[in-house]
């Protein structure tokens, strides 16, 4: 979407004479029908003049074409400022610029990602070349005017209010990538800039790219499908095998034909494979020229991913296709052809952070002609999870939507042990099976230990022998922030003192791939970093949050010792609900161990009742 686009004769006039902060506001709210904050404006103000003299410095033609806060398609991220016109070989190009007002950064570990203030505090963001270079990504893969014309595209970052330091920690070797495909320039680059602009655009006749641009239909082009593609084949990963099969040519088959605006559920508990399901089909939908999106709400799972596919520095091509669930508020009607959402249990409502909408089902169901949702209700562990059949069955019948539901049964998780799966629903009350007391299947590696340490040697032990191994636990221990000395997992939070037992909680440095670092198994991860994801052992620490009243034959959950203030909030006053998620969080841990799971429990009532209901105990 255009938000503001003028010649570059006018948008100089507009600068000139102190207008273009208030025409890019009209022109904003016009087209959002909401207002701009104020320290946003005084942004335009800013940045624009500076652009304004990089501009005239360039002696670019004045028919060069301008856009400013252009919306990208099916997104909610705004470019700051395109430059479009012809080179001195007549060929069609535009220039991205992303403009910064920062006056310091700071290097991190991560790929794109830098330290600097913004809101008055230092928070993490993606370096300038980066984002430029994303946009830059985005319209090459998916503007079909560009992939198919003859539409060149270049990027860059210009930072006019930042000195250049030596060393520049904006320049470090771990953003070369970055920087050499969209060049940064800071304050004394003017002339730089000035000449980029010439060379590249500098014949103007940019008015009629600026169409090309806006007109392009967002669809992935044939060279992205190509590259998916070659992903998935021969990636053992994502081989679908028996009823996984069956399920994911009957949603294709769906997709492909249908007329109207469809849904199609997918419901199946832990180890049915919703997630090779789900993977495969983005793929497939992609090879048939639908304008397909993977959505995922949990960031760890949509990461890992995404490097489970790709090692290199392609994979930055995929996080197009790989998106969060919060980010498809206000999009357009039928926008994709296609969604499929994985983890859709863990949809929001408007009580979620940082997001502007409503309810993310409605959304989703909104901008897709087709909405693919893959279920597992006994994994809705916070308040504002809303991702229900009942709920999602609701949103079709609002949208007239045909609706399908399918259901996964076949275990390939716990070496195909149903029957561990079905003892869970039971010790848990989370529903009446027939694994009452346990199951017949001698394959899946089942312990339950008396000590966290001998818990912790075992998990460390099968990682050493090549075995992907990590530590979990419910949220039943403080989680020390950075600025308690905390950034990289330096705090042993989880402190089991009368085990002299301590281990850090995950790396925030890490973030979102904790479950595929090689520090990983040296530290506990909590359920956001491991829901949707495997291993080949899991090592479960349950903490004082769960306990068991003896008397009773019943579960609660203890307010105080229960760290996780979002997953608690508003539920003071309801037991039983709070209860509930806590018993789908450990459920949910104790179903990511493909061999086996190796459990501690710090509530010695909780140990007796969970014994009693095994046959026979394993340690």
């Known amino acids: 979407m255009i938000i503001y686009q003028n010649t570059i004769k006018g948008f100089k006039f507009e600068v000139e004479e102190n207008l273009i902060a208030d025409s890019v506001e009209r022109d904003f709210e016009e087209k959002f029908g ?36 252009y919306n990208l398609p099916t997104s909610s991220s705004r470019i ?207 090879k048939q020229g639908l304008n397909s999106i993977f959505i995922a709400p949990n960031a760890s799972f949509r990461d890992v991913m995404v490097q489970k596919l790709a090692q290199d520095v392609t994979k930055k091509r995929l996080h197009h296709l790989f998106k969060g669930s919060s980010g498809f508020f206000e999009v357009p009607l039928n926008t994709y052809d296609v969604a499929v959402v994985d983890e859709a249990h863990r949809l929001k409502n408007q009580k979620a952070y940082q997001y502007r909408g409503f309810n993310q089902i409605e959304d989703i169901v909104q901008a897709a002609k087709v909405s693919i949702f893959f279920v597992d209700e006994n994994q809705m562990i916070r308040p504002d999870d809303i991702g229900s059949i009942v709920e999602i069955k609701r949103v079709g019948q609002d949208f007239n939507a045909d609706v399908h539901v399918m259901e996964l049964t076949t275990q390939f998780r716990c070496s195909g042990a149903e029957g561990y799966i079905n003892w869970l629903d039971d010790i848990f009350h989370l529903k009446e099976t027939a694994n009452f007391d346990g199951w017949e299947d001698g394959n899946f590696d089942f312990k339950i230990f008396d000590n966290p340490n001998e818990l912790r040697t075992s998990i460390q032990e099968k990682q050493s022998q090549g075995f992907s191994s990590r530590i979990v636990a419910g949220y039943a221990w403080k989680w020390s922030s950075p600025k308690e000395g905390n950034p990289d997992g330096e705090v042993q939070d989880v402190d089991i003192s009368e085990f002299d037992f301590k281990m850090p909680w995950n790396s925030r440095k890490v973030g979102t791939t904790w479950a595929i670092d090689e520090e990983g198994v040296n530290q506990v991860g909590c359920i956001h970093t491991c829901q949707g994801l495997e291993f080949d052992y899991v090592g479960v620490i349950v903490g004082r949050d769960l306990r068991f009243n003896a008397d009773k034959l019943e579960y609660y959950v203890d307010w105080a010792s229960y760290k996780d203030s979002s997953g608690k909030k508003g539920l003071k006053n309801d037991p039983e609900k709070l209860t509930l998620l806590v018993k789908n969080i450990y459920k949910t841990l104790m179903t990511r161990g493909i061999k086996g799971c190796y459990v501690f429990f710090q509530d010695s009532e909780v140990k007796k009742y969970v014994e009693s209901r095994l046959k026979t105990r394993a340690v």
């Open 34 to 69: 909401r207002k701009v904050s104020p320290s946003e404006k005084s942004s335009w103000q800013n940045s624009l003049s500076f652009m304004e003299r990089v501009v005239r410095r360039s002696a670019v033609a004045d028919d060069c074409g301008v856009l400013i806060e």
């Open 80 to 286: 700051d400022f395109i430059i479009t016109g012809h080179d001195a070989n007549s060929r069609k190009n535009f220039v991205i610029i992303e403009l910064k007002q920062w006056q310091t950064a700071s290097e991190t570990h991560k790929d794109g990602v830098v330290l600097t203030y913004l809101g008055h505090d230092e928070r993490e963001t993606p370096h300038p070349s980066y984002q430029a270079y994303s946009y830059k990504s985005f319209l090459q893969d998916y503007n079909q005017n560009i992939y198919e014309g003859e539409i060149s595209p270049f990027s860059c970052a210009y930072l006019h209010n930042y000195k250049q330091l030596d060393p520049e920690p904006l320049m470090a070797e771990i953003y070369q990538t970055y920087v050499l495909d969209s060049p940064i320039y800071f304050q004394e680059d003017c002339q730089k800039l000035a000449d980029f602009l010439k060379q590249h655009v500098g014949q103007g006749k940019g008015m009629g790219i600026l169409y090309e641009i806006e007109s392009g239909k967002i669809r992935p082009s044939k060279k992205l499908i190509e590259h998916v593609s070659k992903m998935f084949k021969g990636n053992q990963e994502f081989v679908l095998i028996d009823t996984q099969k069956v399920a994911y040519e009957t949603a294709l088959d769906i997709a492909k034909n249908s007329q109207v605006k469809t849904i199609v559920i997918i419901k199946g508990g832990p180890g049915t494979g919703k997630s090779v399901i789900s993977m495969n089909l983005l793929g497939g939908l992609l």
